[in-house]
């Protein structure tokens, strides 16, 4: 069981005042301690009803937001990742950005060994975008283009 103090700075999590904010906010993102450095794991975390706007027009996007990654030292906390993924909701971003972005938040937040962030948004104009980003370090580069070339080939299936 974790201590007190390993949960010092999440705040989120069991606070019944919680705000939704709408508009990108990183700095709601809150981690705690990886309890098992020496292990070589891999947690993936599903958003399946994401939503930001089209930076032109304005409209809602609607996505499907997968995020997996190796922890080094930190790990996202749940509530907080989606309060931030939330904090989208008024965004106005092309879909590729918004998944390099989520990345990057991340990547900066926890130094994870390996990271990756698949998007499936939802058709519009008959075209479903799905962008993939990823990045790791010196010890997962080939694991970085292993994926790369795999995304290549997935196209996601109605579950």
């Given at each position: 069981m974790?201590e ?46 994401f ?10 996007d ?7 990654y ?20 008024n965004?106005?971003?092309?879909h590729?950005?918004v ?61």
């Open positions: 974790r007190k103090k390993e949960l010092k700075g999440i705040t989120h999590l069991g606070n019944n005042n919680t705000v939704y904010t709408s508009d990108y906010n990183p700095e709601l993102l809150e981690t705690f301690e990886n309890k098992h450095p020496e292990n070589e794991y891999v947690v993936t975390l599903d958003c399946p009803e939503t930001t706007l089209c930076p032109k027009t304005g409209q809602p609607f996505g499907h937001i997968v995020i997996s190796i922890p080094r030292n930190r790990m996202v906390e749940s509530k907080s990742l989606k309060l931030y993924l939330f904090s989208f909701r965004h106005g971003d092309f590729e950005d998944v390099n972005i989520i990345m990057k938040d991340l990547w900066k937040l926890m130094d994870p060994k390996y990271i990756e962030v698949k998007g499936f948004f939802m058709p519009r104009g008959g075209i479903s975008i799905h962008p993939f980003a990823n990045m790791g370090d010196i010890d997962h580069q080939k694991l970085i283009m292993q994926r790369q070339l795999q995304a290549f080939d997935t196209v996601r299936k109605n579950d």
